[in-house]
T-cell receptor, first 117, second 113 residues
Framework: EAGVAQSPRYKIIEKRQSVAFWCNPISGHATLYWYQQILGQGPKLLIQFQNNGVVDDSQLPKDRFSAERLKGVDSTLKIQPAKLEDSAVYLC???????????????FGPGTRLTVL | GDSVTQMEGPVTLSEEAFLTINCTYTATGYPSLFWYVQYPGEGLQLLLKATKADDKGSNKGFEATYRKETTSFHLEKGSVQVSDSAVYFCALSDQSYGQNFVFGPGTRLSVLP
């Protein structure tokens, strides 16, 4: 079974530029997450999709970040314009379905390391 | 809101030493608990999980028991190897918060030969 795919793996941009990340979840996984992992910290949820609908985007800085999952499969996360503090690893994860008790497993992609200069 | 606290690292051990990484949580409902591991240059991988009180998760010699009375999920391994060097994240998923995951800050483990 193929894992969660992300691209690019690395990106270096200057502040005020735009950047986009792509994620393809495991086939059949209805739930998709984007996380921001700043160096030395745990992942922080940015947005959660269930199929092509947004379940939770309460921690997404909507003035500069946007995400979509138009066909309920792959997803893109965009930052426009980028700030220095956006330097982080952006992780995508997927989960098969929501189960009572939350026990179903999340599978993570390798992440995209963003450096903003 | 929900939160996860882990012991600060880095933790440095000699090969074959006993490992404990403490994890405690605060949650509104009855969360599921997880340990994820991140090897250098790689994404997070699920190490083990427990979905209800008194459950014990285990994998690759690691184990953790869901203790509701102490709100803890400490990770243990009886004999660590150099290949266990990684960052370990404790996490919870709480039904009452839409099953979103909350991660601890991570604990870096270095095992010396």
């Amino acid at each position: 079974e193929a894992g969660v795919a992300q691209s690019p793996r690395y990106k270096i941009i200057e502040k005020r530029q735009s950047v986009a990340f792509w994620c393809n979840p495991i086939s059949g996984h209805a739930t998709l997450y984007w996380y921001q992992q700043i160096l030395g910290q745990g992942p922080k949820l940015l947005i959660q999709f269930q199929n092509n609908g947004v379940v939770d985007d309460s921690q997404l800085p909507k003035d500069r970040f946007s995400a979509e999952r138009l066909k309920g499969v792959d997803s893109t996360l965009k930052i426009q314009p980028a700030k220095l503090e956006d330097s982080a690893v952006y992780l995508c994860a997927s989960r098969f379905r929501e189960l009572a008790g939350g026990g179903d497993t999340q599978y993570f992609g390798p992440g995209t390391r963003l450096t903003v200069l | 809101g929900d939160s996860v606290t882990q012991m600060e690292g880095p933790v440095t051990l000699s090969e074959e030493a006993f490992l404990t990484i403490n994890c405690t949580y605060t949650a509104t409902g009855y969360p599921s608990l997880f340990w994820y591991v991140q090897y250098p240059g790689e994404g997070l991988q699920l190490l083990l999980k427990a979905t209800k009180a008194d459950d014990k998760g285990s994998n690759k010699g690691f184990e953790a028991t869901y203790r509701k009375e102490t709100t803890s999920f400490h990770l243990e391994k009886g004999s660590v190897q150099v290949s266990d060097s990684a960052v370990y994240f404790c996490a919870l998923s709480d039904q009452s918060y839409g099953q979103n995951f909350v991660f601890g800050p991570g604990t870096r483990l270095s095992v010396l030969p």
